[in-house]
């Protein structure tokens, strides 16, 4: 699927890699008796990441206070909603939450209660993010956006010289725009590239949805606290502050697994084959960051091993640490490279330097 037609992997030669892989992890989990599912600290972290979007909102509705303090609990939904997005609906879209779907199907849609919508997310990230990691103009989360570039194939203006620059304001603005814009756009371009599985007249229930959600949730989020007294112009500040914050966070967190100098950008052949067996693929276009760093673990909701997560998205993050052992030795014994960055700063930098590369001309072919 995508601008150039279906996409599928073709391995020059059969791998035990995977196969391997998923028989170790199945048999850590047997021997230690345990669930691929959420346990009581992803449950207790789930309860606080959701309290920490809705008990400020709250606060702001039932108190009034002063614009100051206003602005410091809209800043802490920021946060919240970023940690809902990584820690709580992420698992729960995966199907990595629960065992029961109708635990996931209203966890993961806790992402509708900060404007987004579940149904195009899981096609956009399970599906075309997932799936093909990295292969420009088929994963969607690293097509670029307005002025920003993120893959080696795609057409270098004058202004991406200096993205590394401006890029962490733009990032600001993804959930934003998300909220306003980017859902109905998706939704017609899945549609029409067949990435939507459903029929027209699902489709058009689909839509429905999401329309009415975007109104319940502008309503709630806006309206109410304009109705209850609260000044607009201290809701709307306090409204952008909050999906700053939030968009900026989840942005940088997803580019310093993906856009960072290391990993792959491959693209399929004449024939729509990429020559590579999709677990390696997984492990060439992903690279892990600040794997020992337990309080960035806690908060990104394991996204900082994202190598395992694209390996075993079904299984919940906080067990991730448990199995990157796991992977790392198999992948070294199998000759496959394990991508990661130490630090958070040295991720940064990666990602930062990799943005002035992409800007750069007559560097992509070196990149990709």
Not at 106 to 134: E, R
Not at 170 to 182: I, P, R
Request: proline share 4%; glycine share 8%; aromatic share 12%.
């Amino acid at each position: 699927m995508g601008k150039k037609g279906p996409v599928k992997f073709v391995p020059l030669e059969r791998s035990a890699f995977y196969p391997t892989l998923k028989a170790r992890v199945e048999a850590y989990f047997k021997e230690h008796g345990l669930s691929r599912h959420a346990n009581a600290t992803l449950i207790t972290k789930a309860a606080i990441l959701i309290s920490l979007y809705i008990v400020p909102f709250l606060v702001l509705l039932l108190l009034q206070p002063s614009y100051g303090i206003g602005l410091a609990l809209w800043a802490l939904m920021g946060f919240g909603l970023a940690g809902i997005g990584m820690s709580v609906m992420h698992d729960a879209n995966h199907g990595a939450f629960s065992k029961s779907e109708r635990v996931n199907w209203w966890l993961g849609h806790t992402l509708n209660l900060c404007g987004g919508s579940a149904h195009n997310w899981k096609l956009q990230h399970n599906i075309l993010h997932h799936t093909y990691t990295n292969v420009t103009h088929v994963d969607e989360d690293i097509e670029d956006r307005l002025v920003l570039k993120f893959s080696p194939h795609t057409e270098r203006r004058w202004f991406h010289r200096i993205q590394w620059i401006y890029a962490t304001f733009f990032y600001g603005l993804l959930t934003l725009y998300w909220v306003l814009a980017k859902d109905l756009i998706q939704f017609a371009q899945f549609a029409r590239d067949g990435v939507d599985p459903g029929n027209g007249q699902e489709r058009r229930m689909s839509l429905a949805r999401i329309i009415a959600m975007k109104v319940v949730y502008f309503a709630g989020i806006i309206g109410l606290p304009i109705a209850l007294g609260v000044a607009w112009w201290q809701v709307i500040t306090g409204f952008l502050i909050m999906h700053f914050i939030a968009g900026m966070i989840l942005t940088l967190v997803f580019q310093l697994a993906h856009t960072v100098e290391g990993t792959t950008h491959p693209l399929p052949d004449e024939h729509g084959a990429i020559r590579n067996d999709w677990a390696v693929h997984q492990l060439e276009t992903t690279m892990n960051f600040s794997r020992d760093n337990k309080w960035i673990g806690w908060y990104v909701g394991g996204l900082n091993f994202q190598i395992e997560h694209h390996l075993f998205p079904r299984v919940a993050h906080v067990h991730y640490p448990a199995i990157a052992p796991i992977v790392k030795r198999t992948a070294e014994e199998f000759g496959v490279a394990y991508r990661e960055n130490p630090t958070l700063i040295s991720a940064l930098r990666s990602h930062y330097a990799m943005l002035h590369r992409l800007g750069l001309p007559g560097v992509n072919d070196a990149i990709g």
